[in-house]
């Protein structure tokens, strides 16, 4: 996908919906490897370069910053949000499971944010990883 003058914003967000559906198939299952920082470099690679597509920046943003500035969900913390949510769901019936997981992933996010030592100038004009 070309940097400029390629598709429109919201195709540049379709096709990073679709990537990130393709990376989080069967995350339920295979969730608990994002622990290790191996398996979740492999995977953040595939999602920084669509993220750097739709912020349309170039490749020596980092990884953490193009993934705020694109506004995407890291997507080792969806797997990680996606295994909580069908263990809870195994336990109980509530439908309310989904929204506390999101939170609880937005804090993660959050987190992550605010200690990553990397990308300080974009941290001060980016405080809040939140919609």
Request: net charge positive; charged share 25%; with cysteine.
């Amino acid at each position: 996908m070309a940097n400029v003058r390629g598709p429109r914003p919201i195709v540049r967000r379709l096709l990073m919906a679709t990537t990130n559906s393709i990376l989080l198939y069967g995350a339920e299952v295979w969730a608990d490897v994002m622990t290790m920082n191996k398996y979740r470099k492999k995977i953040m690679e595939v999602q920084r370069r669509e993220a750097l597509r739709i912020a349309c920046s170039y490749r020596m943003v980092a990884t953490e910053a193009s993934v705020v500035i694109a506004g995407v969900i890291p997507v080792d913390l969806l797997a990680i949000e996606r295994k909580r949510i069908y263990e809870a769901r195994l336990a109980s019936n509530s439908t309310s499971i989904a929204a506390e997981e999101r939170e609880i992933t937005m804090r993660n996010w959050q987190t992550r944010w605010i200690d990553y030592p990397k990308a300080r100038w974009t941290r001060t004009l980016i405080k809040d990883v939140g919609p």
